[in-house]
């Protein structure tokens, strides 16, 4: 039986891919690269490029393909069947690499390339790759003694498995929380669409017998009945529900026995120093830093604390403010959690005569995209269209759509997935499914670029029908810049002119850099020149008024210290738990952020709040050490975008700026350091003065 796991040909076969076909796939391909890598270690002549390199590239690609399309289903498709094989997998895949990572003969054979005179002859690019193999050796483990060699290895195991396990039960706390509401008097201010959505979701699930509105902890549903429901009482069921998931406290109790991530938390963190202690690091913040731009954690720690004095005094005066006007408008005396982002938008309608409902009638999906496109082939001299050719989807609301340069090339292909649903993990993210590289082609006696595919995907609320009428997805203005950020991320994966795998696209990308492009697109969504030509009223078709816009304007900076020192206490939160916290001690992980947000925060959360179990980017993503890495990489961000604003009012959609922007930071993908690519385009170090004007903390 033909199976599509093993079909590299082309795009992926969505609509073929069984669960039977996984484990039989990774069967085959983990043969096929040991084979290679036992052929290339008993090579007797000097390791070189073509004949030691390049058939390791070419069949972990294979690999890596195939089991990022498992890894990918198992994000958007999740099921417990899937989620079986997935598990059953993932600690193959893991010791797959890890024996990489330790082998003496394949890292003997780097050292000898590293040293051998072909060395010198080498592309930019591929003298990267060899360097960054040697680093990765060394921080997997190459160097330590068979016995610790082993441990190290069943670490890795374990720890993946942890993270996999951290992200189940967070998706599972998530999935398994809903609230029928059956009286509408209870869902006063709640806007009409995110009823109809409600009212939608009771209708379609089977254990609902009676009319009724079903609201669940996905952001589409929980984040409006917090902005606007009325209903006190609800707001904070909902906020009690969403602040314990994965924890003991959670709401199901009986359902959610076994689903308490804190002990996952004790585990990551122990083996985590166990493994920097292996590799002779005092912390894992160290081994965390060692591929990364910041060079140490007090480095990390300095930026954040100064960043931090900057802004508390702003966040100071949004808390007041804040209480001030709950107190006096909305006789809330003592505002509580579940009341601060209610009180909010209350407080921004009476500042800035506008609500963030009011601004997302003028962002549909059908409109959105299309602006979103028109920039980015104004700044790049590329064509945007959605694929008219079938192409196989995981989901029918999937979109897919090709690149093409201004000879009508196809340069990049990339999947839309933007919508919510049951089995999706939550938030958004970019994720690569094909990387360009140069490939050889027998048959026509030649070599040819393999073209770059990624995913887009996104959590925001589906199309409803209204009065009988279907109307397009409406975004908050937050989730379009949530849209332009994961475009960005996907610009770089797709427009690298890089051809080594290793180091194309944001592979090889210093992780602290990583966010550059993707908070570098933030910013168009700030200027009217890009907001006009994006916008139009569900209803009227008219676009985003210029005295709306320029209230947006005013209100950009509304409570951007409560939102600057939110993401600091997170980042040093990361920082501590991986460079001074010992798991072995005394103080409990709720604990040490007790104490950070004394030393930083204005707002101190409820007790029962459990916000660890539900840090996903540090306990089931890569961000462990590196949540640092969102205010690190900002600074680079706005301060390269500030080089496009000196194009002056109404100019800064430049194309030449934009070709610059091209050329020196999404095309050299990790082919060279963050900071050469930053100095190439914007001519000097990056500055932080930019960044604190953004956020209207200049001085």
């Not at 954040?304 to 005396?333: H, M, V």
């Amino acid at each position: 039986m033909r199976n599509p796991l093993l079909d590299f040909s082309g795009l992926p076969h969505y609509e073929e891919i069984q669960n039977a076909h996984i484990t039989p796939a990774i069967d085959e391909l983990l043969r096929d690269c040991r084979t290679v890598l036992n052929n290339v270690k008993q090579q007797s002549v000097l390791a070189n490029w073509q004949d030691f390199v390049q058939p390791m590239v070419d069949v972990n690609e294979r690999l890596a393909r195939a089991w990022g399309q498992v890894s990918h289903l198992n994000a958007v498709m999740n099921s417990p069947e899937l989620r079986e094989i997935y598990t059953a997998n993932l600690p193959r895949i893991t010791q797959y690499y890890a024996e990489i990572s330790q082998d003496p003969v394949l890292f003997e054979k780097f050292k000898q390339l590293r040293a051998s005179a072909e060395f010198g002859e080498l592309s930019q690019a591929r003298k990267k790759v060899v360097e960054n193999q040697l680093r990765d050796f060394r921080l997997g483990g190459a160097e330590l003694p068979t016995e610790e060699k082993a441990r190290f290895m069943q670490i890795q195991e374990e720890l993946s498995a942890l993270h996999a396990k951290f992200s189940d039960n967070l998706l599972d706390a998530t999935n398994a929380f809903h609230l029928l509401i059956e009286n509408e008097e209870q869902l006063s201010g709640i806007p009409a669409d995110v009823l109809q959505a409600a009212r939608d979701a009771a209708e379609q699930d089977p254990a609902i017998t009676q009319p009724g509105w079903k609201f669940t902890l996905h952001a589409p549903s929980y984040l409006p009945v917090m902005q606007y429901a009325d209903n006190r009482a609800l707001r904070e069921q909902m906020y009690r529900a969403y602040a314990t998931r994965a924890s003991e406290l959670e709401n199901c109790l009986e359902q959610g026995e076994g689903r308490d991530n804190m002990p996952l938390i004790e585990q990551i963190l122990r083996l985590r120093r166990e493994e920097a202690r292996l590799l002779g690091y005092d912390s894992y913040a160290q081994v965390s830093l060692a591929p990364k731009m910041a060079e140490t954690p007090q480095q990390v720690l300095d930026f954040l604390n100064e960043l931090a004095t900057k802004a508390k005094p702003y966040a100071q005066k949004d808390l007041a403010e804040l209480t001030q006007f709950a107190a006096d408008k909305l006789k809330l005396n003592q505002p509580e959690a579940w009341d601060l982002a209610y009180a909010s938008e209350k407080l921004r309608i009476e500042r800035y005569a506008f609500s963030d409902q009011e601004v997302k009638q003028y962002f549909p999906e059908n409109k959105v995209l299309p602006g979103m496109f028109k920039l980015v082939e104004a700044l790049y001299g590329i064509r945007i269209r959605e694929a008219e050719r079938p192409v196989q989807r995981w989901h029918p609301d999937v979109k897919f759509f090709d690149i093409l340069d201004g000879k009508e090339a196809l340069i990049g292909q990339f999947y839309l997935d933007l919508y919510a649903r049951p089995g999706k993990r939550g938030g958004a993210w970019m994720d690569d499914a094909i990387t360009r590289r140069r490939i050889e082609v027998p048959e026509i006696g030649r070599s040819e670029i393999q073209t770059p595919v990624a995913y887009l995907t996104c959590n925001f609320s589906a199309p409803v029908t209204i009065n009988g009428q279907l109307r397009p997805a409406l975004f908050t203005h937050d989730e379009v810049i949530t849209l332009f950020h994961e475009f960005g991320h996907g610009l770089h994966h797709l427009l690298t002119q890089i051809d080594e795998l290793g180091v194309s696209g944001i592979n090889g990308v210093e992780w602290d850099a990583v966010e550059l492009p993707s908070q570098f697109m933030e910013n168009f969504c700030w200027e009217w020149e890009v907001v006009r030509d994006m916008s139009s009223h569900v209803e009227s078709g008219m676009s985003l008024p210029r005295a709306l816009f320029d209230k947006m304007l005013a209100a950009r900076n509304f409570q951007s210290g409560l939102q600057t020192l939110r993401q600091i206490e997170f980042a040093l939160f990361d920082m501590h738990l991986h460079t001074d916290f010992d798991p072995h001690g005394d103080q409990t992980v709720l604990q040490c952020l007790d104490a950070i947000r004394r030393q930083v925060a204005v707002i101190m959360p409820p007790a029962f709040n459990r916000f660890p179990n539900s840090f996903a980017h540090i306990f089931a993503g890569g961000y462990a050490a590196g949540y640092y890495s969102y205010k690190w990489a900002e600074v680079l961000s706005a301060d390269a975008y500030s080089m496009f604003e000196e194009n002056g009012a109404g100019q800064v959609v430049n194309a030449q700026t934009g070709a610059r922007f091209w050329n020196e930071i999404l095309a050299v993908g990790g082919s060279r350091s963050a900071l050469e690519s930053f100095i190439a385009f914007r001519g000097r170090e990056p500055k932080i003065d930019a960044l604190l004007r953004h956020h209207g903390m200049a001085a």
